[in-house]
């Protein structure tokens, strides 16, 4: 018969849980699916991140034989983050083993290890919702707890004064062509200094009334008119993209209740993807003997049995040991319709 002591056996030790989530397929996310974020693993909780100014000097011109022009040293800024602690669990009571018995070939070890695995993929379908809701605040400049609460401000961690909303006006917007290149290339060009490329793009993730009126604008509808792309006015296009004027305009999906997880309707965030570490995940070891001063991982996943003498339950959890931070938050934008 199956008991409790089942879950002091190897296949359910921090390690081998921890290994197992890590091969489990995770729900993906929107921001995830972009490979947005740089993946930076830790051994540590705390981490910094410095800032070396790197700006252009016009050289004076000077008398052969006089003192030449000396480079001032550029000005390094250090500043202090530390990683967040993203946990669930959930509680598996001795009753609820007593309906798990071997059936055909799989053993009752099997059994409990397949039920383990469900309730493990449901804990990890909230916290890659987590994830998802963690970086969508960091394209926002400000990092957000589940109820709102502001865990980083981007800008002021950097020194920076975020921007104000841009004015698309769709409805009445002409010259669309030059107002986003003055209003959003531009500015985001001129934000990432040496790091901006030919190889990335602008990417802006839209409300549900700010893409489908984007589309609705006479320029746009009139510039598709005179291409190959012209049938993409015809289709349905909800929660769908375009590229119009070098930005890819994204009709942002988050969760079903458009509140959770979303953006709002009217609304649209502005970023750039290609550059390296303008975006980072930085991940730290968890809690625990087994992970000490090893490399942060994603996620991690143990059991944790009854320490009392009832031996009546055994806890289950999921966790992440990360922080998606935005280092360059003045590439960041934001819009209205």
């Given at each position: 018969m199956i008991g409790m002591n089942v879950f002091k056996q190897d296949a359910f030790s921090a390690l081998s849980m921890t290994a197992a989530i890590q091969?489990?397929?995770?729900?993906?996310?929107?921001?995830?699916?972009?490979?947005?974020?740089?993946?930076?693993?830790?051994?540590?909780?705390?981490?910094?991140?410095?800032?070396?100014?790197?700006?252009?000097?016009?050289?004076?011109?000077?008398?052969?034989?006089?003192?030449?022009s000396r480079r001032s040293k550029d000005r390094r800024n250090v500043r202090n983050f530390a990683t967040v602690r993203l946990a669930e669990e959930d509680r598996i009571l001795a009753d609820e083993l007593q309906g798990i018995r071997a059936f055909g070939s799989e053993t009752e070890l099997e059994a409990v290890q397949t039920e383990i695995a469900r309730r493990q993929m449901l804990l990890d379908n909230d916290l890659s919702a987590t994830i998802e809701r963690h970086m969508l605040s960091a394209i926002n400049g400000i990092l957000l707890d589940a109820d709102d609460t502001e865990i980083y401000d981007f800008y002021d961690e950097f020194g920076v004064v975020q921007g104000s909303e841009i004015n698309f006006d769709w409805a009445a917007k002409t010259g669309v062509k030059k107002f986003i290149a003055e209003n959003v290339k531009r500015p985001i060009i001129r934000a990432l200094g040496g790091r901006a490329t030919t190889g990335m793009e602008i990417v802006a993730l839209c409300g549900d009334s700010f893409f489908d009126k984007l589309q609705e604008n006479a320029e746009y509808r009139a510039t598709y008119l005179q291409t190959e792309a012209a049938r993409t006015l015809l289709q349905d296009n909800?929660?769908?993209?375009?590229?119009?004027?070098?930005?890819?305009?994204?009709?942002?999906?988050?969760?079903?209740?458009?509140?959770?997880?979303?953006?709002?309707?009217?609304?649209?965030?502005?970023?750039?993807?290609?550059v390296p570490n303008v975006f980072q995940a930085v991940y730290s070891p968890?809690?625990?003997?087994?992970?000490?001063?090893?490399?942060?991982?994603?996620?991690?996943?143990?059991?944790?049995p009854d320490p009392t003498v009832a031996n009546e339950y055994a806890d289950l959890s999921v966790a992440s040991y990360c922080l998606h931070l935005c280092t360059t938050p003045n590439a960041l934008l934001q819009g209205n319709e």
């Open positions: 091969d489990m397929e995770t729900v993906p996310g929107f921001l995830r699916s972009l490979n947005l974020f740089t993946p930076t693993p830790i051994r540590t909780k705390d981490f910094f991140i410095e800032k070396r100014g790197q700006t252009l000097k016009i050289i004076p011109v000077t008398e052969r034989g006089s003192a030449k909800v929660f769908d993209e375009v590229r119009a004027w070098g930005v890819r305009w994204i009709n942002y999906r988050g969760t079903d209740d458009n509140s959770t997880i979303a953006i709002a309707s009217d609304k649209c965030k502005i970023f750039p993807r290609g968890a809690e625990g003997f087994d992970f000490v001063n090893t490399l942060g991982l994603e996620r991690y996943s143990m059991i944790v």
